[in-house]
């Protein structure tokens, strides 16, 4: 079966530059959530889209932003890259069913690394 | 402020005997509890979710028990094989209104199945 597509899979930045990652949601799923895990931590929710509309928003600094597009796959821009950037981005598609038990699919990962 | 927790860093157990994660939350509006298992350079895999309506939910090797009242979960997996070896998550949901349902993870616990 498809699975969530992350590209690139290792990025390498310097600091203050931009990064982009994308994210291809399985076919037919219509929500996309980007998570941030940094090193020995848990993921933590960044953002997330439905049907192409800003759904939610975690804690996502300032000098990132997402969208999602008509296609429904998602980029996450990254401006002015710290060193704190560093970690591994997840995206998880999900199929929106109006219950509760919507569970999301994740992708492999995108690992940045801000020198 | 952890909103779900794993106790438990790291377990080890002997191949063929049951491992047993725990979890346990401080959100009462969490309606919907997942597990997944993350090797190491991948994204974390979904395995087993239970909603907060029913208190046990099984597939196969895998067995997810709710205690609502005690707001703790468990996996069980029985019996445990090498390739279980892995890292855990534990996460949970709250149902919204409107938007996409958020996951909030614990920090994970590394298990390890020793031949």
């Known amino acids: 079966a498809a699975g969530v597509i992350q590209s690139p899979r290792h990025l390498i930045k310097e600091k203050r530059e931009t990064a982009t990652l994308k994210c291809y949601p399985i076919?037919?799923?219509?929500?996309v959530y980007w998570y941030q895990q940094g090193p020995g931590q848990d993921p933590q929710f960044l953002i997330s889209f439905y049907e192409k509309m800003q759904s939610d928003k975690g804690s996502i600094p300032d000098r990132f932003s997402a969208q999602q597009f008509s296609d429904y796959h998602s980029e996450l821009n990254m401006s002015s890259l710290e060193l704190g950037d560093s970690a591994l981005y997840f995206c998880a598609s999900s199929l929106r069913t109006g219950s509760p038990q919507e569970t999301q699919y994740f992708g492999p990962g995108t690992r940045l690394l801000v020198l | 402020d952890q909103q779900v927790k794993q106790n438990s860093p790291s377990l080890s157990v002997q191949e063929g005997r049951i491992s047993i994660l725990n979890c346990d939350y401080t959100?009462?509006?969490?309606?919907?509890f997942l597990w997944y298992k993350k090797y190491p350079a991948e994204g974390p895999t979904f395995l087993i979710s239970i909603s907060s309506i029913k208190d046990k939910n099984e597939d196969g090797r895998f067995t997810v028990f709710l205690n609502k009242s005690a707001k703790h979960l468990s996996l069980h997996i029985v019996p445990s094989q090498p390739g279980d070896s892995a890292v855990y998550f534990c996460a949970a949901s709250a149902r919204r209104i409107q938007g996409a349902q958020k996951l909030v993870f614990g920090q994970g616990t590394r298990l390890t199945i020793n031949p």
């Open positions: 959100n009462s509006m969490f309606d919907y």
């Open positions: 076919p037919r799923h219509d929500t």
